[in-house]
């Protein structure tokens, strides 16, 4: 009988594949510092795995070692040590030590690494490898690391390499002044948020938020107790106790409507009843279909129901130009066009101009108090708010304009490309900018009543600005990891402005907002929530309940305006046909084309119907389709996340605005060219 051997791969292989690792798996990913690339390279991983890991050695991926834990991803334990600024020689803490692999990395670079395993069969067997292959500056302990290591203490670093509910103070005390400690937190026991908390002085601490991780649950005095395990949201939720024909109880419910601006609102109208807000979403950032509904029923809620305000996914300043035309501003508008930057096609198109247009017309019959204004919510525009604010100073005060121009230059190197800013502040290769940003916004609002008597509407313009630079600054820290940090911070940037603006206009305004399905749907309602994100409508309904009404868009197919890569041209794309076992299948099924109908109501059969957790689609300003199960799709409740639902099967792509369709039109006109 003939035996197939297993190649074992020679010590030469070994490095080649961990060489190829470095390069590719980390390097290439962005991990930059020297020190942690060389040690990176110069620590063979399957010193530390069963011998039947070992040609796994150096795929990117954790790998299991004994009593149910694993070894680190070699690209997180990169990630984790430069996050931790290390130059060299230093005082190193870990907790975790699990196979060892990470603390022997760690000892190339520190001058001593502790390392405490509360599994007494893993620190032994780690304590014995390390001294096998000769790294003497690891020092291993078996006990209970959310206490940290008092005898050796104050440390330079602490990493923790297991995630747990909350930052345990013990190890934050054992930190040098200026030391850092890098910690998955938060509380789902396989889902956190790499942090890093660096000791400014004896009793101040700065947080900073890294990056989503998914590490095995510290267990401790300060950790996760062992047997505390709770279900996730996708468990708590209620099911219906047998499908009930969902199809049907679609068609049976839906209020079926035919041309968009011929649609009756009035059932509508009556479900949103007395709300004080209502978030109107959309599927899709480039369908004309979502935008002209939105518009049409923007106007029905501003002209039948007195709203005051419409607030849109879009920035500030950009926004402001708008504002500035349908409001009839008297004040000189800013010097630049409206959305002009990627991607230019989701507000600079004939649907959003048609109402642009409209509402400047019916404000013009108007009393300027009474005239319906237009903002932006969003975050973006860190350099044109820059500019707002200064040109406002100048003609305010030109002393503090001239702190500002000197505070706000500390971002002026990274006008062009802010994300680099943030990969350099985070890195340490850059100082960062927090401390003047946050400082020009006090100066600024310390003379917020000299300033607002002048003109309340411009102080509203130059403090929001403001805020959103201190904002955006911490967005673009935070952004670089893709992390939930940077959603939440920015979703939570645009519940903010949308507070500012309530109390702005008069007592009991009333505001309507646009924006994508996944910032106006409930996300505690979808697969954001078991990631730890919020979105505005999740803020909404906390803080206003049934007075804010959230209304979500879907479609089969048809085509769409969109992107292929960030920052990529505009393309007139095919919106493939929905997946099975999504919501869009069913209401394709139900067989009405276009349709609405209210969520609220959880004895209503359809209500019932769509309990079930389900796919729903996505499409933001990118869209993959070859890979649209796995990029667009995301699981949800239906009826938890929307008070009302709105149908078209087929849509259209939104028609962006050509430049000659612009010529000729004043100064004023936002959308120039
Ligand atoms: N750094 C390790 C390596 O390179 O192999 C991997 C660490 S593994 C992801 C996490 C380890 O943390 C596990 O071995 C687990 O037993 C340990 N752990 C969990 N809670 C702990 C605690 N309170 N103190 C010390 N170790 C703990």
Known sequence: MAVALKHVLTDAEFTKLRDDMVKHGIRARGVRDPLVLEAMAAVPRQDFLPQELREFAYDDTPLPIAAGQTISQPYIVAF??????????????????????????????????????????LAEKAAATLEEYGYSNVHVRHGDGTRGWQAHAPYDAIIVAAGGPAIPESLTAQLKIGGRLVIPVGDGERAQELVRITRVSDTEFRREELADVRFVPLIGDEGWQPDNVRPGPAQRRPMPRREEAPEKAIAQAAEPFGAIDATELSPLLARIGEADLVLIGEATHGTSEFYRMRASITRALIERRGFNFVAIEGDWPDAARIDHYVRHRDAKPSEWTAFARFPTWMWRNHEVRDFVDWLHKLNSARRAENRVAFHGLDLYSMHDSIRFILQYLDEVDPETAAVARERYGCLTPWQKDPASYGHAALTGTFQTCEAQVVAALKDLMAKRNAYADKDGERFLDASQN???????????????????????????????TLKTLLKHHRPGAKGVVWAHNSHVGNAGATEMAGRGEFNIGALCRKQFGRNCYLIGFGTDRGTVAAASDWGGALEIKTVRPSQKQSYERLMHESETPRFMFGLRDRTAPHVRALFRPRLERAIGVIYRPDSELSSHYFEAVLPDQFDEYIWFDETQAVSPLKAHEIEGYPDTYPFGL
């Open 466 to 496: 403001a805020q959103l630079v201190v904002n955006a600054e911490r967005y673009y820290r935070t952004m670089y990891y893709g992390s939930r940090a940077s959603w939440n911070l920015r979703d939570q940037h645009m519940f903010d």
């Open 80 to 121: 984790m040590i430069e996050a931790a600024l290390l130059k060299g020689g230093e005082q190193v803490l870990e907790i975790g030590t699990g196979s060892g692999y990470a603390a022997a990395v760690l000892s190339q670079i520190a001058r001593d690494v502790y390392t405490v395993e509360r599994i007494g069969q």
